[in-house]
């Protein structure tokens, strides 16, 4: 197996603290309502399970699966929908919750999908944001790190399916 040269980027205590806030963030923001929030697997496996347990307020949880086309490290902006919510979301306040907004093609895809089918609210949820690549306008509502360019692995996020499972995020070089 290659070895990939991995530097630490963001320990898990780190992400531990932006998880809390986003959970307490979210749980302010919908105080006496019940979310509906929405997973964007895999990337955000980990990150979903912790902010989901963070949260104070009622809650339910769904999944749905895109797989875009493109290379490794790099989106096409085709974007097809490999697994459909099982939840209707109609007058419901959900929240889709992604590991990384970066060109935001994925998201916007997925954001007007779903508005289609007239949810209460529609908001959106990343753990990181890498806001110097993005290519469409889309604003996430809630943002646990920002960061310019670099491609990153660990807690969900993946290069080639490995890596996911790392507590700790870390910057592949020379990807
Ligand atoms: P976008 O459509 O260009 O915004 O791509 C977003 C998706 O690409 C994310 O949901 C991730 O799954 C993946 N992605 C983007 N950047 C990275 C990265 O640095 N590491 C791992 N996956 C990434
Ligand atoms: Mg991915």
Redesign the pocket.
């Known amino acids: 197996m290659p070895q990939d040269n991995l530097k630490l980027l963001y320990s898990r205590q780190q992400i531990a603290v932006e998880v809390q806030r986003l959970a307490a963030e979210i749980s302010r923001d919908y105080q006496g309502r019940e979310v509906l929030m929405v997973a ?1 697997l895999k ?1 955000s496996f980990l990150f979903f399970a912790d902010l989901v347990r963070a949260l104070e307020i009622p809650s339910m949880v769904d999944f749905v699966r895109l797989a ?1 086309y493109g290379s490794e ?3 096409s ?1 085709i974007v097809e929908l490999r697994k459909d919510l099982e939840l209707p979301i109609k007058d419901r306040d959900v929240v889709i919750v ?10 916007e895809t997925l954001y007007h999908m779903l508005e289609r089918r007239q949810p209460r609210s529609l908001k959106i949820c990343t753990l990181i944001d ?1 806001r110097s ?1 993005r290519e469409v306008e889309i604003e996430p509502d809630y943002v646990g790190i920002s960061m310019d360019d ?4 660990g807690y969900g ?3 080639d399916e490995r890596y996911r499972n790392l507590p700790d995020i870390y910057l592949v070089e020379g990807a």
Not at 98 to 104: L, M, N
């Open positions: 964007v990337g875009s490290t790099r989106s902006g992604e590991d990384i907004v970066d060109s935001g093609l994925t998201l890498k690549r670099g491609f990153i692995i996020l993946d290069f």
